[in-house]
């Protein structure tokens, strides 16, 4: 049987016409993502799939995929994808570990200055009142000589940090037992919420991070802490964030990230935190984290080198898991 080889969002025409040698090649080409029923119909002869954040690949998707030999994800964190029901079923899965880095840095730090400096809101005056110069009014806080911790300090949290060291922050925190870097204080999350000025979140998705900064941690943050969120939105709780802002305890919150996105949670809430769009001290981007032109083709060819190689014989050079 050849090989069928199904990519789940639409992808540049080279990236396509590079993998059309090796089987035919079924894509997405709409912006919305298919349903888990179509996706489960094109599954039913696929050899590879390419996939990407708005795909949930677990067991029951893999019971209709009998032909299935690698899932290549297009994205690093790969929560929504079982490697395990993968792994037992002899598929490989491969990942992009390294190519998201630092245009999801930059993004961070540009929600940090956008919430700070109340952009949003500026903007917002701008375009529905006349505008007859400077006044004294949208007073903000700057990254410089403000105390700023990291929390999760793998290769986006310590992307940030290089990025903050230029601001001459008075100084900066990293919330990681397995990582650290000179110029950087480990410390505990309690210490980090209860001391900095900024915060941001660059966390996977994992049993442990689940709803990690929650109603009792945000009470016991620093009064008008600024907190970033360019991890999964399930690490960060909406509803207490949303709380939070409504005491006043926080000061402001921007996010690129949320949890309607996290596929792999079967309780995800259907649409953003309402109080949250509502709340005029938010700052949101619909995940651009890695939304850079040449980032996503280069991004796109990664993990058809992963799908090329395992349809040419050889063990895909992200993988995500061993097979015997």
Not at 39 to 59: K, P, S
Not at 126 to 136: C, H, M, N, S, Y
Not at 181 to 209: E, I, M, R
Not at 237 to 247: G, K
Request: aromatic share 6%; with cysteine; charged share 20%.
């Amino acid at each position: 049987m050849p090989n069928k080889i199904v990519i789940t969002n639409r992808v540049h025409d080279e990236v396509r016409q590079r993998l059309e040698p090796y089987g035919e090649v079924i894509m997405n080409s709409m912006l919305e993502p298919w349903s888990p029923r179509v996706l489960a119909e094109h599954m039913a002869n696929a050899t590879a799939l390419m996939g990407f954040m708005t795909d949930r690949v677990d067991a029951a998707l893999l019971e209709q995929a009998a032909h299935l030999k690698i899932v290549a994800c297009a994205l690093k964190g790969f929560d929504n994808y079982d490697v395990c029901a993968c792994t037992q079923r002899g598929i490989w899965v491969s990942i992009v570990p390294d190519l998201l880095t630092e245009p999801t840095a930059e993004l961070a730090i540009g929600l940090a200055i956008t919430l700070a400096r109340h952009v949003r809101l500026g903007d917002q005056q701008l375009r529905t009142k006349a505008f007859d110069g400077w006044r004294a009014q949208f007073f903000g806080t700057g990254l410089h000589h403000s105390v700023v911790a990291i929390i999760g300090f793998g290769l986006v949290g310590q992307a940030i940090a290089q990025r903050l060291s230029g601001f001459d922050c008075k100084s900066l925190l990293s919330v990681d037992p397995n990582n650290s870097v000179a110029g950087v204080t480990p410390c505990s999350l309690a210490y980090a919420l209860k001391h900095s000025d900024y915060v941001f979140v660059a966390v996977p998705l994992t049993t442990d991070s689940l709803n990690l900064i929650d109603q009792q941690q945000l009470a016991n943050s620093k009064p008008g802490q600024l907190l970033i969120n360019v991890g999964r939105g399930s690490v960060v709780n909406e509803q207490a964030v949303a709380q939070a802002l409504e005491s006043g305890r926080l000061g402001g919150y921007a996010a690129d990230v949320f949890a309607c996105e996290d596929w792999a949670l079967s309780d995800r809430p259907l649409e953003i935190e309402p109080r949250l769009l509502a709340h005029s001290s938010t700052v949101f981007t619909p995940h651009l984290g890695s939304a850079v032109r040449s980032v996503r083709l280069a991004i796109e060819h990664r993990a058809a080198d992963n799908i090329i190689a395992v349809l040419t014989g050889a063990v895909p050079p992200d993988a995500m898991n061993v097979l015997r």
